[in-house]
């Protein structure tokens, strides 16, 4: 996914590509990336600077983060990249106010756009923070560990409550 910025001409680059899952390293064992990446969309140079706008889709196989178990999720992200080219600079502020744009700002050298960090990037930030196989999992039994999704266990539905917050829930249950 690498594009010479000397083939983006004035009406812009359209491009429509299928990069291999390998390319992308997830770094994460509770998402492996199941298929390949799908990426369409559209560079425009606007002096030296490079706008990417486009669309991404892809699927990954992700961990259920109450029940633990490995369920597929689909990705599909709108990609919007800002390249700039790299100038080194020796003066450093001391301190830099980011703006919007620069959250989606990138750097290109040697007149060529490298559009691998951006996709990666988008597609590990398209997943939630808690990531659920249903919106209402029931998750593991936290005294035998069983799928509640899955069977039903004999275990005490009745959560103990911690020793520190007994008066807490003395005082609840006169509220009753």
Known sequence: MIFDIEEIYEEGLNFDVLEPKERFNMDSPDCVLTEDVKIQGKLEKSGQEILCQGSLETGLSATCTRCLGDFSFAVKAKLSVHFIPRVENDKLADEIELTGLDVEQEFYEEGRVDLSHPVRDL?????????L????????????????????????????????????????????
């Open 123 to 131: 597609i590990l930030l398209s997943l939630p923070q808690v990531i």
């Open 133 to 176: 196989c249903l919106e209402n999992c029931a998750g593991l039994c936290p005294q035998c560990g069983i799928n509640l999704n899955e069977n039903k266990c004999g275990c005490k539905s009745e959560e103990s409550c911690d020793p520190r917050l007994a008066v807490l829930q003395q005082l609840k249950d006169k509220l009753k």
